[in-house]
């Protein structure tokens, strides 16, 4: 408005806009790529257009195994109700078609010597009773077997092994999915955050990882991968490429004795995806370290794996995790509040290769922060001094104030004479 009452020039708005506009710096987000493996081990993987879906029902026990709760529940229901309908059918058919339902059988006589296939079933619902009986071994003593009907003890026998069928193949399905192994993985932890410091001289990816349950995982084994979209020098697009990278482990064997909170290194070496990457470079790496721990559970002998991933916002550079384990009377002690915090140490920010390339960046840095720490020492001594002094002030001026000064008195004669009260 300003600008149409020309009481300021045009141009000097439109430059002074330009100006603001070159001030303020545009931050776009980099789109966040998804992760292929959830902090809880979920697979972030959803498969589509699958053509033959008559694979999963050749191995139906484990496509019921794999189904929810609710679905496993509805067909365990389901199929022991359809069972016992369909042979209480065919048990009324054979009493139908041996004329056990003619009412005319129930007044015959002794002398006649009429015998039903089933005794006591005369209708659709008697007939779904015996069937409930046959099949969950239930014998109320009032529908029973006799010898009259061959048919009948043809359909009693296929009864029998139906529901044995189902019996086993459903209370199996049942036990396993209360006995799955990830149901033993959600008492194995990991660290919320992985760090990469200076061990042994060297650089190194480090994470925490605890076992919740005092009954041991035998045989424990922790595997690292690396996933990243790559591309070959033939120009093929590989969007997960997995990488094994070696943990270093001092035992000859990769198995680990989970007893307590384990820090589990990497060493970024030669052989490392790590080995080129610096501090300035992670943040801006679009790759994932899969975390992946296997063993078998002490008390069920079922072998469990307990996965999780971390991604480069995920991974602090020149941290390191702090001590969890103390000694207690005798007994070790393990503080899980303090399982996923790391305090702040001294790092070379260069890479891995140009730590090798240059080993004297490592002494500087360490020199650097050696003075940085005796520096901070100074402050702190200075501020403790600092402080007592004032303190010792403090308390003079308080003492100095209780002292009673010494009051005068004078006499009518013109004497004077001095008390202290």
Same mark, same amino acid.
């Given at each position: ?34 992760? @292929?493996?959830? /902090? ?31 679905? =496993?529940?509805?067909?365990? =229901? ?21 004329? $056990?339902? $003619? ?5 015959? =006589? ?17 007939? %779904?009773? %015996? ?25 009693? &026998? ?111 070496? /030669?052989?490392?995806?790590?080995? $080129? ?9 679009? +790759?994932? +370290? ?30 390191? @995790? ?16 303090? @399982? ?15 730590? $090798? ?5 490592? &002494? ?24 007592? &002094? ?32």
């Amino acid at each position: 408005m300003l600008a149409r009452k020309s009481i300021i020039p045009e141009e000097y708005v439109l430059a002074r806009i330009a100006a603001e506009n070159l001030r303020k710096p545009r931050i776009r987000d980099r789109p966040r790529k998804a992760r @292929f493996i959830a /902090k809880n081990g979920a697979c972030n993987l959803a498969h589509k257009n699958i053509r033959e879906q008559g694979r999963f029902l050749q191995d139906i026990f484990t496509t019921l195994v794999d189904l929810k709760w609710r679905h =496993t529940l509805v067909i365990f =229901t389901m199929s022991f109700l359809c069972s016992w309908l369909l042979f209480a059918m065919m048990w009324w058919l054979v009493a139908f078609a041996h004329g $056990d339902m $003619d009412p005319s059988t129930e007044n015959t =006589t002794n002398s006649t010597k009429w015998t039903p296939c089933v005794t006591c079933v005369r209708s659709f619902t008697s007939a %779904f009773l %015996f069937s409930i009986e046959v099949q969950v071994t239930i014998g109320f003593g009032g529908r029973m077997m006799t010898e009259e009907c061959p048919l009948a003890i043809t359909v009693l &026998i296929l009864q029998n092994i139906v529901g044995l069928i189902i019996n086993a193949v459903m209370l199996g399905c049942i036990f396993m999915k209360t006995a799955q192994a990830h149901r033993r993985a959600e008492t194995l932890i990991f660290s919320r955050q992985a760090v990469i410091a200076v061990r042994n001289g060297k650089l190194c990816f480090m994470f925490r990882v605890g076992d919740l349950r005092k009954s041991m995982i035998i045989s424990a084994s922790v595997r690292i991968q690396v996933v990243r979209k790559t591309t070959t020098p033939e120009g093929e697009v590989i969007p997960i490429h997995q990488v094994d990278i070696p943990v270093d482990n001092p035992i000859e064997s990769n198995n680990i004795f989970l007893v307590a909170p384990l820090i589990i290194c990497h060493v970024i070496d /030669k052989r490392s995806p790590l080995y $080129d990457i610096s501090a300035a470079d992670l943040a801006l790496q679009d +790759l994932e +370290l899969i975390v992946i721990l296997e063993g078998v559970v002490e008390t069920t002998g079922i072998t469990t794996q307990a996965r999780t991933s971390y991604v480069a916002e995920e991974i602090l550079w020149g941290h390191r @995790f702090v001590p969890i384990v103390t000694e207690e009377e005798g007994v070790y002690a393990v503080d899980y509040s303090k @399982f996923g915090n790391t305090v702040k140490v001294a790092a070379p920010r260069c890479s891995a290769r140009e730590l $090798d390339e240059k080993p004297s960046i490592l &002494i500087q840095t360490l020199q650097k922060s050696e003075l940085s720490h005796q520096n901070s020492l100074r402050k702190r001594n200075s501020m403790r001094r600092n402080n007592s &002094i004032r303190r010792s002030n403090s308390m003079r001026r308080t003492n100095s104030s209780l002292i009673v000064p010494k009051v005068q008195f004078i006499t009518p004669e013109g004497s004077q004479s001095a008390s202290e009260t």
